[in-house]
């Protein structure tokens, strides 16, 4: 198992406290987790702030872009993988985007893995992009996926869709990466095609290990109807990560953070129909016997990645004390490496 942190790029306001973490914090989170072992370090993705967070706190959100950021990450480390958990990429043009993303591959030796969805609030999409207020978001995701891998595997690449359109595009260089990889986030059905049609795994967010082999059952089943080898697919989970010494403890921590407001945000998409018991049941909260427990099931569901993971915290030397933690009591059960306290 592979585990993964997520840093505070676009996270307040939404799971922590307005104001949150500068830009050195960010950073420092990540060369951090370098040095406890972690796997990848990634950064969630806002152009806008979402109207949600503007009626919770009076102050704006520093949200920091997460491709510059992981720049900036992958000159100071060395071994750390580089992930966008998630980008939001109806928000993005994807010819810059190509460029941006094969430079970040290059610049860090080929550490970048592209998490990429549709995006979990619509007002921030019309905000940004007005002209496409009406478009199927579903639809423009899949378009612009297809529009980067022309641009990262032809030397000269042209794209006629309904929403993206360009020809006679000679971008180079390409990523050092080939294929570079591209994991499809969310939790809905077309997420599970678009992973076993165009990427190279599927990132879903915050659901149980039952749902995780459905979800691997079924983008097998998409794969197999192309052609393709469903084991070239792989599967990473994004989840909340709140440890306590009791059960009670963890719960009251998670409760007192501002990550229950980002919960009830999701209520009428992602996370409708989810009580906060199960919600908690389905995310890495607990004691960490418990949470190793979770990480287990999952293991034995097929997932091999846990990344993005999302430490609750309400600063950010909380959240990091967290992070701490779990390198230290729950990934040396999973990796057979010991971490010194």
């Known amino acids: 198992m592979k585990f993964g942190i997520e840093v505070p790029t676009c996270t307040a306001g939404m799971m922590h406290p307005v104001p949150f973490a500068t830009a050195t914090e960010v950073v420092d989170t990540a060369l951090e987790a370098e040095q406890l072992g972690y796997h990848d370090a990634g950064g969630n993705d806002h152009l806008n702030t979402m109207q949600f967070v503007r009626d919770a706190w009076a102050q704006p959100p520093d949200y920091f872009e997460p491709l510059i950021t992981l720049s900036h990450i992958a000159a100071r480390t060395s071994v750390l993988r580089l992930t966008t958990g998630i980008m939001v990429l109806p928000q993005r043009e994807p010819v ?56 990262w595997e032809q030397d000269i690449a042209a794209y006629d869709g309904k929403y993206v359109r360009f020809e006679n595009v000679e971008s180079f260089p390409k990523p050092v990466q080939s294929p570079l990889p591209v994991y499809s986030g969310g939790n809905s059905p077309g997420s599970l095609r678009r992973a076993a049609e165009l990427c190279q795994g599927w990132l879903p967010a915050k659901i149980g290990p039952d749902k995780i082999a459905e979800g691997r059952a079924k983008i097998a089943e998409h794969a197999r109807a192309i052609g393709r080898d469903p084991g070239e697919i792989a599967t990473a989970l994004q989840s909340v990560v709140c440890l306590g010494d009791t059960p009670e403890q963890a719960r009251e921590t998670f409760l007192d953070s501002s990550f229950d407001l980002f919960r009830k945000s999701l209520s009428h998409t992602m996370t409708k129909g989810v009580g906060l018991d199960e919600y908690l049941e389905m995310n890495l909260v607990g004691t960490p016997e418990q949470v190793c427990a979770k990480v287990d099931a999952y293991q034995r569901a097929g997932l091999e990645h846990l990344t993005a993971l999302l430490f609750v915290g309400n600063t950010v030397e909380e959240m990091r004390g967290q992070i701490r933690r779990f390198a230290r009591d729950v990934i040396p059960a999973f990796s057979g490496r010991s971490l010194s306290k």
């Open 96 to 151: 810059l985007l190509a460029k941006q993303v094969a430079t970040l591959d290059q610049l860090s030796g080929g550490r970048v893995l592209l998490g990429v969805a549709v995006g979990g609030y619509r007002d921030e999409f019309e905000r940004v992009r007005p002209d496409l207020a009406k478009a199927n978001r579903a639809e423009l995701t899949r378009e612009t996926i297809e529009s980067l891998r022309a641009l």
